[in-house]
Every structure is written in C-alpha cells, then in structure tokens.
C-alpha cells in the first residue's frame, strides 16, 4: 500500500494560502448537510396538522433526507472524481434551493417527500462529499487541523438554524419559511464557488503508468479499495460505531425530561452539548496536527470512538440534573473528537487521491446503521420502559469498534512500516536525490 | 396549586354526578336550563387553615348544589364571638353576615350555594373578622393555550387551528368556535361540505379549518369547551399574509448569492490572469524538473505497487 499521499497526488499541497478560503467554503457546506435535517423539525407540528397525518408520517421527512443525502455518496463521489469539487456543489447548492423552493408550494405530504427528501437530500450529497474532498486536495501538513475546521460547521450552522427557523416560523408560518429557506441554502453555492481547483504544477503529460492502473477508478468508483487493508479496518469499525452514535444525542432530551427535568433545563443541555461540540472541534483537529498524535493518528480515532462508549456506559449512573450536564460535557467532547476525526482518519489511510470514491461507498455503507440507530435505540427505551438499556446498548456498540480499531491499527501500523522500509530501500537504490525530497516530505506524515 | 387528593376526589365526584345529569341534557346550541327542572346534585367543600389566608381552585363542570365550609384555628386572643359573612367577587353577599362562635378552639363558617351557571362562577371567600379568609375560585377547566404567537397563513391557502382539553382535565360535551368581528363574538357555523369553515370535533380536541383564506380572516379566533356549567374560552390570533412578504427576503438572499458568487469568480479570474502574464518563463523550467519528478516518482509508485 503506498503511504505517501504526496507521491500519490503528484504535486505539494498549498497548506495555507487560498486553502483557508476553501475550508471556510467547506465549512459552510458540511455545516449545511448535517444542520439542514436537524432543524427542520420545528416546523413539523404545523405541517403535521395541515396535512393531517400522524407524527411518524412527517418525521420520515427527515429520515427520506438523511437516506438520500448518504445514498447519494456514491453518485457525488463519481462526479468529484470526474468534474471536480467546485460545480458539484454548486449544483448541489441548487438542488436544495429549488428543492425548498417546490416544496413550499407543496400540497400533500408525498410531495414534500420528494422535494424536501429525496431531492434536498442528493442536494446535501452534492454539498458534502465534494466539501470533505478538496480538503485533502489543499492541505497536507495542516489536514487534520483543516478537517477540524470544516467540520465545526455542523454545530455552528446548527446553533444558527435552530433560532433562525424559529423566527422565520413564526413570521412567515410554514411555506413562507420553506420559501426563504431556499434561497438561504443557495448560499452553499457561495460555497463552492470558493472551492477553487487547486492549482498543481503538473506537466502537460499525465503520468501513464498510474494512469493505466487508475483509468477506471477514475472513471466511476474505485471498488479496488475493498482490498485496502485500512479501508476495510475503517469500514468494519465504523458501520458499527453508527448505530450508537447519534441515538445519545438524539434522546438527551427526552431522557432528561423522563427524569421529570423541565422543558428548558432539557433544551439547556442540548446547547451546552453544542458549545462543548464546536469548542473540541478545532482542537481536535489541532492536536491532530502536533507531531506527536500526526504519525499515530488512528489511535488518536480510536481512543475518541472508546471514550464515547464508555461515556455512554457511565451515564445512566450519573444522578440527577448536576449528572445530565456533567454527561452533556463529556457526550460533546467525544461527539466533537470524533467528527472532527472522522475523515482526517479515512483520508490519513486512502490518501487524499482515492478519498473521494472512498467516502461514497462508505457513507451508502453507513446509511444502515445512521438511519437504523435511533429507531432501534428508541424500541430499546419502549420495550425496557427505562434509558438506562439503551445507554448501555449504545456504549456496547461504540467501546467495541474502539478496542477493534486500536488492535487492527497496531498491526496495520506495523505492516505499513514494514512496506515502507522495503520501499525506501528500492528508492535508494534507484536515484539519490529524488528519494532525498521524498524523505523531506514523508518526514512529515510518517505512518 | 398544590396536589391534594381531597380536591382529585372532589373532581371525580363532581364527574360521577354529573354522568348522571348529562342523559336528561340534549346535544346542540341550547343554554343550560336557569331553573333546573330536577334538584341540583350536592357537593361539598370543606377548608381547614391557620393563619391570614388560604385559596383553594375547584374545577365545576355541571350545576351544582355546593356547600363551602371554613374552619379556622383562630388569632390570639381568642375571642369567643366572632363576626363571619361572605363575599362574592369582593363584593359581600347580603344576609350573610352572623355570629360565629368558637367551638373546640375553631371557628367555623358554612354556607350552601346554587352553582347554576355561568354568573354562580367566580370567586367565593368566607371572611372571619378582618382577620382571616379563605377564597374559594370557582371555574369551568381551563383550555391550554394553543399558541402565543399568531399563526400565519397565506391568501387562496387553508388552514388548521386546533384547540385541546389536555388530559387529565374531563373532557367538554361539545366545542364551540367564534371569531372576533371587532365587536362582539361571532359564532362560526361549519354548515356543509362546500362552506368554507370545517369543524372537526373530537371528544378531547377540536380542529377548525378555514379554506381560501382572505385577508379579512385574519383577527382573533375562540375555542370554546362547553361544560353543562359555562364555556371556557381560548383564543389564537390568525394572520394572512400574501405570498410577496417571504418572496422579498427570497429575492434578496438571491440576489447576495449572485453577487458573491460573480465576485468570487471574477477575483479568481483576475488573480490566474496576473499569474499566468508573470510567471511565463519560469513555468517552463519549472514544469521540466516537475517532469523528472513526475517520472521518477512514477517508477517508484509503480513498483510499490507491484508489492500490493
């Protein structure tokens, strides 16, 4: 497996310049995916009664968008790979606009189903894929603490969305809000726009032996990276991580007015979930980035995915209100370590060339897991009449990829410098002074 | 209000009574008889307190024949006469006024009242002296308040308010609808499948429906739970609005798109310009070294990978 990213791209990423823009581009974007499905559910209630349907019939608007926006990895993936980052999204920028946009006019539920669902939800495909992508195309040296970056825009649109549609709510009721809430999502557009091609020194002539093994990958997805060792490592861990990941979050509330706390001390700990979230985001990505966790980092993922389950774990014996915040503090540092990881680690194994077709198969591959999780979770609460089972069942499920994670990284680590130290010795053997500028730059991300 | 199952079984059998008054009543708009035909079912209310004073809340739902009793412990000096009367709504009721007399350290006052209807409703105090009171708050249920905001809809739309009795409050014998017309309030009567106004009743909630909507529909709007005793009321204020109030925002968050997007393209446009005339002749002795690069690295890539 080659573990020099650099060698694979084929030119020396910015790390800085317009790569800041670009991350503030992907900020915007990535913030907009997974905030966007959040927080419509404000609006459910009215939809609910004008439509007259049940309560299960409307959140499957959430669900039909979550399924679609990671159904739509794939197809995303093959896009980027052939266009590029920047009109993948701008076109996915226009998808939800227009998505919102019909579903305004909507008039009956099947309608907002497919507009708001099935089309807003490949619009949102569109914005995220791409976002994660040109990342790995500008950074190297500083891609963790990029990655980090990007994704704080998940709970800092959020933390915006969540009053804003509120007050659109209560001015312009339901199609008026879905109506400006169109033209706001064009701002994704805005956002790649800034997603600029990344200017490579490359010669006129692409390099045809990695062509010619790569043509086809190119071309649509690269399936060969079934046979990546660390991709595999990654896929295994993480389709099981999803099914205890976001159900915690999701039933925080919930769970805190079961335990007879008032409306607004719950929704309270909802947000100090989110400023602790956006807080350890960066930092996260910062530490990432310090010479000590860089070379190591899928322990650093590991460690992150563990601490979650034993978080989980230990909260049904925290008591009381003093207990909830302390659990909503440790649930946002864990929630954030692992986001903020969450790609820099997928990219750290792939490399940035093949991260693209890599994150569409994984995220069809997790669509089971994200969708299934809070249901199941949910049945778990019903049928046990108390959290603290599902507690468990969610810690259970994140403490076991994390040990999982940890044993295979070691022997993945080890085959790596294995190979590496093969490779370094035929390189010597081959030319001097290009093996010394490989060195300079493997020093850097040693694996 | 504090929870005390003396007013949970007061509530019950007030329920259980008033089961039995509902077969003798009729469905529909009629006003509850002034002078019931048959007597009025009894109930009674009794209140020991210490101190200045004491409120206790009673949910009526049918006429009633209610006795309301309060014993008070009394204030040093105990006198042994002491003067008791009752007041309705602050104001004393006449010949209510009498001697009460301290029996077993208490002091106790009791008087009967004919609930009847929506007037008998209010509140009620039994005043000892100038020293102590109790006020008992007489009302029909209260109807949770829909939504503190208006809703708002929009011209040629239709739209839905719902008004609930939240359990465990017993649930009215009908609902009754109203708007406000700037005067009085007007009864909205949902006649048939092609008038504009749907009422969808069911025993716990009701939901009005009002298709084609006109700005003249906006305004104030009343549920009411009607109760063999009253209706309570709970109002929403509706407010229709035409569709070029969001589109003016709409159009304006366009138009920032637009503009951003134009400007970040043509300052990208404009900085490739500057370099592409700059850096012409070093391009081309840079490409070359990228070249030799390219190759070399090509042949040890392609030999790693042989090692896959």
């Known amino acids: 497996m080659p573990p020099a990213a650099t060698t694979s791209l084929g030119y020396s990423p910015p790390d800085g310049g317009w790569g800041w823009a670009v991350v503030f581009g992907s900020f915007i974007s990535i913030g907009f995916s997974y905030a966007f499905p959040k927080s419509l559910t404000i609006y459910f209630k009215e939809i609910q009664e004008y439509f007259s349907v049940s309560y299960s019939e409307i959140a499957w608007v959430s669900s039909v968008m979550l399924a679609s926006m990671y159904a739509g990895g794939p197809v995303s993936s093959v896009l980027v790979n052939r266009y590029g980052s920047r009109p993948v999204v701008m076109v996915g920028g226009v998808m939800v606009g227009t998505a919102m946009l019909l579903a305004s006019f909507g008039t009956s539920i099947m309608h907002l189903y497919l507009c708001v669902g099935l089309i807003g939800g490949f619009g949102l495909a569109f914005n995220l894929q791409p976002a994660l992508t040109i990342i790995g195309t500008y950074f190297q040296v500083k891609r963790p603490l990029a990655n980090g970056l990007a994704m704080t825009g998940s709970p800092v649109i959020l933390s915006t969305l969540a009053p804003l549609n509120q007050f659109l709510f209560d001015s312009f009721g339901w199609r008026g809000s879905f109506l400006i809430l169109g033209s706001i999502c064009l701002n994704c557009c805005v956002a790649g726009s800034l997603m600029r091609p990344v200017t490579k020194v490359v010669p006129p002539k692409p390099a045809k032996s990695e062509s010619k093994s790569q043509s086809c990958a190119e071309r649509f997805i690269d399936f060969s990276l079934f046979k990546h060792r660390g991709f595999l490592i990654y896929l295994v861990g993480n389709v099981v991580l999803f099914f205890g990941f976001f159900a915690p979050v999701v039933f925080l509330a919930p769970y805190a007015k079961h335990q007879g706390i008032d409306e607004y001390s719950a929704a309270l700990l909802l947000t100090i979930f989110a400023l602790v979230d956006m807080f350890i985001r960066p930092v996260t990505g910062f530490l990432g980035n310090t010479k000590l966790v860089r070379p190591k980092i899928q322990y650093f993922f590991s460690f992150a995915v563990s601490y979650n389950g034993i978080c989980h774990l230990l909260c049904p014996l925290l008591p009381g209100y003093a207990g909830l915040v302390g659990y909503a503090v440790i649930l946002g540092l864990g929630f954030g370590m692992v986001s903020a990881l969450l790609f820099e680690v997928l990219m750290d194994l792939v490399g940035a060339h093949r991260f693209s077709s890599a994150v569409g198969l994984v995220t069809i591959i997790e669509c089971g897991p994200v969708l299934l999780g809070p249901p199941i979770s949910g049945a778990l609460v019903d049928a046990y009449g108390d959290y603290k089972y599902m507690y468990y069942a969610c810690g259970v499920f994140m403490l076991a990829p994390g040990i999982f994670l940890f044993v295979m990284h070691y022997f993945n680590y080890k085959k790596l410098e294995e190979e590496q130290r093969q490779s370094v010795a035929v390189e010597m053997r081959t030319s001097e002074e290009t093996v010394q500028l490989n060195m300079s730059q493997k020093h850097t991300h040693c694996w | ?308």
């Open chain 2, 1 to 308: 209000m504090p929870f005390s199952w003396k007013h949970q079984f007061f509530h019950i059998f007030l329920l259980l009574v008033s089961c039995r008054h509902i077969k003798t009543k009729t469905p529909g708009p009629t006003p509850p008889p002034l002078a019931p035909i048959s007597p009025l079912p009894t109930a009674d209310r009794s209140v020991v307190f210490k101190g200045e004073s004491h409120t206790e809340k009673l949910e009526v739902l049918n006429p009633v024949s209610l006795t309301l009793e309060c014993v008070w412990a009394g204030n040093h000096p105990k006198l042994p006469n002491i003067t008791g009367f009752w007041k309705k709504d602050g104001e004393a009721i006449e010949n209510s006024h009498l001697t009460v007399q301290l029996e077993n350290d208490q002091y106790l006052i009791k008087r009967v009242f004919n609930i009847v209807n929506e007037e008998s409703l209010g509140s009620y105090s039994c005043i000892f002296g100038n020293e102590a009171k109790v006020d008992f708050l007489l009302a029909a249920p209260h109807i949770a308040e829909v939504r503190d905001k208006p809703i708002v809809s929009y011209v040629g739309d239709s739209v839905v308010i719902p008004c609930k009795m939240e359990e465990p409050k017993p649930k009215p014998n009908t609902w009754k609808w109203y708007k406000d017309n700037g005067t009085a309030k007007e009864q909205i009567f949902a006649a048939g499948k092609l008038d504009r106004f749907e009422i969808k009743n069911e025993n716990g909630y009701t939901k009005l429906t009002v298709h084609n909507l006109t700005e003249a529909d906006s305004g104030l709007y009343y549920c009411g739970a009607v109760y063999a005793i009253a209706t309570t009321m709970s109002h929403v204020k509706l407010k229709v609005i035409s569709i070029q109030e969001p589109l003016k925002p709409f159009i304006a968050i366009m138009v920032e798109v637009i503009i951003l997007v134009t400007a970040i393209l043509l300052y990208e446009r404009s900085q490739s310009k500057k370099n592409s005339t700059a850096g012409n002749d070093v391009n081309t002795d840079q490409s070359h070294i990228q070249v030799q690069e390219e190759n070399s690295l090509e042949e040890n890539s392609s030999m790693r990978q042989r090692k896959i």
